[in-house]
């Protein structure tokens, strides 16, 4: 079994179980199982398991909680091992997931990124329409050309996709992956030890057996849960970070029913000043679209805190977590296809006790 927190458990307990766990962030937070629901020991990690720093600076602290001693700060996309969870005090409520950093103390989990680092060998087999990439390194630079010598036009992060379209290779033989920004249509190349070609076994669709108007998607917003359910059984659920209210607005979920009928594989999701509340965000991950505003179920690199509101409007999940609501949603999107618009789709039901 991989041990690492970037899986998905495999095991689904019901939404009342689920909430039992409090303010924990299980499925988001990519632990692994729990040996048992009443029970805060976890599987030993995989040794090679990190953390990427999300924010500007994070604090160490000498016990899993604010409340103990500050021992050091570290700084924005800093790699630390991650060698132990733990839960801690009652702090934050809705997320009280420690990482133990090797003999360093601990440090939220919401400020690290769960990352690995796995290098691969460059693949030519890409046909002229492309192909999806998954980058599996904590982060790699996009430059403008072939080479480290080039401008650099993009920081991609772990988990992020991207649309393949080339190999090439730079002044000193060294394989490069020629990238389509799928926003301005510009071109752009990662190194290809970076990234991994998606096989097409990944991208295949989950209960294929079930019709449509038996699967269903219910996110509540007070809980900040999304679960699915198949002929009204839970099978699957995990913590979000749906819309939040921001100086600049309002940017709640819109409440209500609504289908998922529009998805892509990758999304570079850029709007506003980035220096009032505005983002750009490249490669952000299997993306499922369920309004004509382009309001989505996506997956998330920039924060790990997940169980409260905090986006623009869209429901964040972990990358592992979006990926499996990608491929169980319909409509279906074929490997070799950047995006899928259909007049049908997976019911998506936004609730919550604040709107009714």
């Known amino acids: 079994m991989d041990k690492s927190l970037s899986n998905v458990s495999t095991t689904f307990i019901s939404r009342r179980d689920f909430l039992k766990l409090g303010g924990i962030s299980l499925a988001s937070l990519l632990l692994p199982q729990f040996s048992s629901l009443n029970s805060n020991r976890f599987q030993e990690l995989n040794p090679a398991q990190q953390g990427r720093v999300v924010q500007n600076s994070v604090s160490v602290y000498d016990i899993p909680s604010f409340s103990g001693n500050e021992l050091k700060i570290y700084w924005k996309d800093t790699i630390l091992p991650i060698t132990e969870i733990t839960v801690g005090d009652e702090t934050p409520a809705y997320n009280r997931i420690w990482y133990h950093i090797g003999k360093e103390g601990f440090v939220h989990s919401g400020v690290l990124q769960p990352v690995r680092t796995v290098l691969n060998q ?36 772990y988990a992020t996709t991207y649309w393949v379209t080339g190999l090439t290779k730079d002044a000193n033989g060294e394989p490069w992956y020629q990238v389509m920004e799928d926003k301005w ?16 076994d990944e991208l295949t669709p989950i209960s294929i057996d079930v019709p449509l108007p038996a699967k269903r998607i219910e996110i509540n917003t007070d809980d900040q849960v999304l679960v699915a359910y198949e002929w ?41 000043n980035l220096a009032f509340n505005g983002y750009d965000l490249p490669g952000v991950p299997w993306v499922s679209y369920f309004t004509e505003s382009g309001i989505s179920i996506h997956g998330t690199y920039w924060h790990n805190d997940f169980g409260k509101p905090r986006s623009h409007g869209c429901v964040n999940l972990s990358p592992q977590a979006a990926k499996w609501v990608f491929r169980w949603t319909l409509p279906y999107v074929p490997p070799y296809e950047q995006r899928v618009y259909e007049d049908y789709g997976t019911s998506v039901d936004v609730i919550s006790k604040e709107e009714t």
């Open 185 to 200: 249509d510009f071109i752009q190349y990662v190194q290809a030890a970076h990234m991994r070609l998606v096989p097409d």
């Open 122 to 157: 460059a693949n030519n087999d890409i046909p002229t329409f492309g192909r999806l990439a998954e980058v599996t390194v904590p982060y790699t630079d996009a430059y403008w050309g072939a080479g480290k010598g080039f401008d650099v036009a993009y920081r991609y992060y």
């Open 232 to 272: 009204e059984r839970p099978i699957f659920m995990a913590r979000i970070a749906s819309g939040a209210k921001f100086s600049t607005g309002n940017y709640s979920t819109p409440t209500g029913h609504h289908i998922i009928n529009h998805k892509r594989p990758s999304r570079h999701m850029a709007a506003g």
